[in-house]
């Protein structure tokens, strides 16, 4: 079972910071895709950054040029670099990855880390 165990969230000033790290229990190469989520109150939850094998690293609109994503196959970690931050970047943030198995895909996620922008 893959496990996802994210570090690093919470409380920042409006224009600060932040780095989020996610432990991955496997090997990059068994993965299709890996990156973060995040669901603020009452929202549901939205793509943030989605690297694909083959094709990339994908953002939403609201953070790029602002946030970087990076992964180190050494340490099977994923990390989310956040600049400049806003008050709408407060959310819980959440790693995922998946596996293409068979043409079937199976999802993972990590429980969530909150981050709170404070203007």
């Not at 299709?32 to 989520?37: C, F, L």
């Not at 083959?54 to 790029?64: E, F, L, M, P, W």
């Not at 008050?87 to 068979?102: F, G, I, K």
Request: charged content about 15%.
């Amino acid at each position: 079972q893959v496990q996802l165990l994210e570090s690093g969230g919470g409380l920042v000033q409006s224009g600060g910071s932040l780095r989020l790290s996610c432990a991955v229990s496997a090997s990059f190469f068994s993965f299709n895709s890996m990156g973060w989520y995040r669901q603020a109150p009452g929202k549901g939850r939205e793509l943030v950054a989605l690297f694909t094998f083959g094709r990339g690293t994908d953002y939403a609109d609201s953070v790029k040029g602002r946030f970087t994503f990076s992964r180190d196959g050494n340490k099977n970690t994923i990390d989310l670099q956040m600049y400049s931050l806003k008050s709408e970047d407060t959310a819980v943030y959440y790693c995922y990855a998946d596996q293409l198995l068979t043409g079937t895909k199976y999802a993972y996620w990590g429980q969530g880390t909150q981050v709170t922008v404070s203007s």
